[in-house]
């Protein structure tokens, strides 16, 4: 699967920014990671094709909002109220779901489907 994203740029905090990423075909999980410069890649937020499932890390609960429109293979990221440590290159990846107790989620190791990055930078 190739993934490429959009959507990316540099806002001032409490702003908004909208990424999207469109799938060249199926996977059972889609999700966001992101690295911040000298940090190491986490997860962001994952949702099962279908949109029944979705998880999102702690400290984007709230704020963002994963969605997805299967019938185009096309993931978002709503980002709202933005923080500077929200800073990073954002990637798309596509994989298999893992579930704990029933829930959704997100263990980049399943994920072998990368996009290149879009560039999130959140200014004071």
């Known amino acids: 699967v190739q993934l490429v994203e959009s959507g990316g740029g540099s806002v001032q905090a409490g702003e908004s920014l909208r990424l999207s990423c469109v799938a060249s075909?199926?996977?059972?999980?889609m999700g966001w990671f992101r690295q911040a410069p000298g940090k190491g890649r986490e997860g962001v937020a994952s949702?099962?094709?279908?949109?029944?499932?979705?998880y999102y890390a702690d400290s984007v609960t709230g704020r963002f909002t994963i969605s997805q429109d299967s019938a185009k293979n096309s993931l978002f990221l709503h980002m709202n109220s933005l923080k500077p440590e929200d800073t990073g290159m954002y990637y798309c990846?596509?994989?298999?779901?893992?579930?704990?107790?029933?829930?959704?989620?997100?263990?980049?190791?399943?994920?072998?489907?990368w996009g290149h990055g879009t560039q999130v930078t959140v200014s004071s």
């Open positions: 990846a596509a994989g298999l779901c893992r579930w704990q107790s029933g829930k959704l989620i997100l263990e980049e190791s399943d994920y072998n489907s």
């Open positions: 075909g199926y996977s059972q999980c």
């Open positions: 949702i099962s094709t279908g949109g029944a499932k979705s």
